[in-house]
């Protein structure tokens, strides 16, 4: 049962990764901790006066500090149970821009 | 009405803290326009719509300050005030001090 020898799913099938289905609170303690130094980087730009299209659209998007934890840890997904997925499935997660979700979803 | 234009933040301090590898060629490209090839790496540029639409482009990657004019650094200059100190100071030479010797 216990030992280098034991049976494990891993043991038995050879390759085997497993992603949890939900981030650990130290992943999501990360995961925020990005959110907020993209929203440094939005306000740097803001403050520094200038007017631009992107600028606009990038003041749209909601800050950390005012986004639903629902939209922080998971997004949309058509195919799954109740739409949602774990954000962490999504590939490259941590460096997209993944905040808004479809209203309704 | 000089000194304060001087103080007041007019560059972009743009440090590149992640790299754009997998993310696409549009965003790997915003960086090579921004001067960024390597992580960590510091850049100024003056404030203009161009910049900030591209800093915006890639604003996961980026850690960005605003600057006044005289804490702009080239990559040089950055390199020489990393530079440790050599531990001493070169007072003079003794060469061609003595009579005989040619000047």
């Not at chain 1, 200038?50 to 950390?64: H, M, T, V």
């Not at chain 1, 939209?71 to 149970?81: A, E, I, L, N, V």
Request: proline share 5%.
């Amino acid at each position: 049962m216990f030992g280098a020898f034991r049976s494990t799913s891993v043991n038995l099938s050879g390759l085997l990764w497993k992603t949890p289905w939900k981030l650990s609170p130290t992943r999501k303690a990360n995961a925020r901790a990005r959110l907020k130094k993209v929203d440094a980087v939005i306000e740097a730009v803001r403050a520094s006066g200038i007017q631009c299209a992107a600028l606009d659209r990038a003041l749209q998007l909601p800050k950390e500090h005012e986004m639903d934890p629902r939209d922080k840890y998971t997004t949309f997904s058509p195919t799954s149970r109740g739409y949602r997925k774990g954000i962490h499935k999504v590939p490259k997660w941590t460096r997209l821009t993944l905040r808004t979700n479809p209203k309704g979803f | 009405m000089v000194a304060s234009s001087l103080f007041r933040p007019s560059h972009f301090k743009i440090t590149l803290r992640r790299s754009a590898i997998a993310l696409g060629e549009k965003k790997k490209e915003t960086l090579v326009s921004l001067g960024l090839h390597r992580r960590m790496q510091t850049v100024y540029h003056p404030h203009s719509p161009e910049t900030a639409g591209k800093i915006l482009k890639v604003k996961e990657l980026v850690h960005v300050e605003n600057v006044p004019v005289h804490a702009v650094r080239t990559q040089t200059e950055q390199r020489a005030e990393r530079k440790a100190s050599r531990g001493y100071q070169v007072d003079g030479s003794r060469m061609g001090a003595l009579s005989w010797e040619s000047r």
